[in-house]
């Protein structure tokens, strides 16, 4: 089993600062990267940053310069530090673990794990 906490959303002025956090805990053996994504009304989910057990990352063009994501890999944690929010962020922030190998009801499985997800608000 696999679960994924993730917390630090609510509601922002803009230009304002937030910090959101995902702890992935449960049988795991390894995971490729962690990412995250958001969802905003009306819109396809889309990817906001990635980053990779090596460090390496991976940014929206929307986000460059004002999201910044990073990770705890011995305790599969991501974290994005997101600043000078817009309206336009305003969305249900999903964490992911990518190509993670973890066990269940006995089985060991290679899959993406997605998160509840947070609600961020930026207001105008």
């Known amino acids: 089993q696999v679960q994924l906490v993730e917390s630090g959303g609510g509601l922002v002025q803009v230009g304002g600062s937030l910090r959101l956090s995902c702890v992935a805990s449960?049988?795991?053996?390894?995971?490729?990267?962690m990412g995250w994504y958001r969802q905003a009304p009306g819109k396809q989910r889309e990817l906001v940053a990635t980053?990779?057990?090596?460090?390496?990352?991976t940014y929206a063009d929307s986000v460059e310069g004002r999201f910044t994501i990073s990770r705890d890999n011995t305790k599969n944690t991501v974290y994005l530090q997101m600043s000078s929010l817009k309206p336009e962020d305003t969305a249900v922030y999903c964490c992911?673990?990518?190509?993670?190998?973890?066990?269940?009801?006995?089985?060991?499985?290679?899959?993406?794990?997605w998160g509840q997800g947070t609600l961020v608000t930026v207001s105008s």
């Open positions: 992911k673990l990518e190509a993670a190998r973890y066990y269940s009801g006995g089985y060991l499985l290679l899959a993406d794990a």
């Open positions: 980053i990779t057990k090596g460090g390496t990352t």
């Open positions: 449960g049988s795991i053996i390894s995971v490729n990267a």
